[in-house]
């Protein structure tokens, strides 16, 4: 159910901002974006799991909060991640 190190190794070159960069909001925005639409996938099976409803919530605060803090800091980068993306913004 996790990403695997394939998945994860491709997200991470994609996004980062430079070589060896791992936890670039951009990167970590990635990351739970692609672990989120596999719950979100699993739950459309599986519509009695809670504990997995909780994790994605939690995921998705997580992501809310990673997004408000680049689109504070870096306002481009917020608006470039969110179109490829396709995360709807305020």
């Known amino acids: 159910m996790a990403l695997t190190k394939a ?3 491709e997200i991470i070159e994609k996004y980062a901002r430079e070589s060896g960069d791992t936890g670039s909001p951009e990167v970590q925005i990635a990351l739970l974006s692609a672990r989120i639409s596999q719950l979100t996938d699993h739950l459309r099976t599986n519509k009695h799991d809670e504990s997995s ?6 995921l998705v605060g997580q992501r809310r909060r990673l997004l408000a803090y680049l689109r504070q800091k870096n ?3 917020f ?3 969110t179109e490829s993306l396709n995360i709807r913004r305020k």
Do not use: H, Q
Request: no cysteine.
């Open 53 to 58: 409803r909780r994790g994605l919530l939690k």
């Open 75 to 77: 306002y481009d980068s």
């Open 7 to 9: 998945e994860k190794t």
């Open 79 to 81: 608006l470039a991640i």
